[in-house]
């Protein structure tokens, strides 16, 4: 038996997985919610085993959602957006529907519950064997998310709770503080340079004295400072 949520802010969206669950007598139904505030609530408060989230939600998105979960349980992610199926998959979701979607479609996400349950600890294994980091991100340009290959970053800036971050022309939003980001990003190409400042070493084009630090030039002309705190590991790559 496994515990179900559903979380869509259209009630069709809602009542078409209930009719598509009836022949699912295992998978018991224990709420629904139709915003990420109120799914956040029922998801911590029932602990549900599988859990069918909307992805484009007014306020606040399923990715959102997620990240204010006390356990993290199986997700079948269902949407309307295609664009956003790079970043279901990074999170491990089971699968990802694109409505509008057939029952034999759902049938087959149902199957991959248990597929996926096995595969999971395997991978879980594997990254504590050896740290992944990702090539393409998902981050926020205007009122949109769009994805982000992280060679394209120049530098990250500390933007309160969250980071911008700067490409050759354009500036991205992330949801993530820049502490996140320096853990989530691959250390042989980021390096920390400041309390609110990460730089791609790949686009440092020089490195001038600038005081007892460095000024580090990147190769869109743009300018860092180095803070003395950070100045060592700029030392470091010194030969």
């Known amino acids: 038996m496994k515990k179900v949520i559903i979380v869509d802010d259209e009630k069709s969206g809602r009542t078409l997985i209930k009719e598509y669950l009836e022949a699912y007598p295992d998978l018991i139904l224990l709420g629904e919610a139709n915003n990420g505030v109120d799914a956040i609530k029922i998801i911590n408060e029932f602990k549900p085993d599988l859990v069918f989230m909307d992805i484009q939600m007014p306020g606040m998105t399923g990715f959102d959602v997620l990240e204010h979960l006390e356990e993290l349980p199986q997700i079948v992610f269902s949407t309307a957006y295609d664009q956003y199926a790079l970043k279901a998959f990074e999170v491990h979701a089971v699968d990802y529907l694109l409505k509008p979607y057939t029952k034999d479609r759902f049938d087959n996400a149902i199957s991959r519950i248990h597929e996926v349950k096995q595969l999971i600890p395997l991978a879980e294994e594997h990254i504590e064997q050896k740290q992944q980091y990702p090539e393409r991100i998902i981050v926020q340009k205007g009122n949109k998310y769009v994805t982000l290959a992280t060679n394209e970053i120049y530098h990250i800036e500390a933007y309160g709770d969250y980071s911008k971050l700067h490409t050759a022309s354009d500036v991205f939003i992330s949801n993530h ?41 990147l190769l ?20």
């Open 177 to 217: 503080g820049i502490s996140a980001l320096e853990e989530k990003l691959d250390p042989k190409h980021f390096l920390r340079i400041h309390r609110s400042t990460i730089v791609h070493l790949d686009k440092i084009k020089e490195v001038a004295k600038y005081g007892k630090s460095y000024m580090i030039i």
């Open 220 to 239: 869109n002309q743009e300018n860092v400072k180095v803070s003395r705190g950070y100045a060592d590991k700029i030392k470091a790559l010194m030969f």
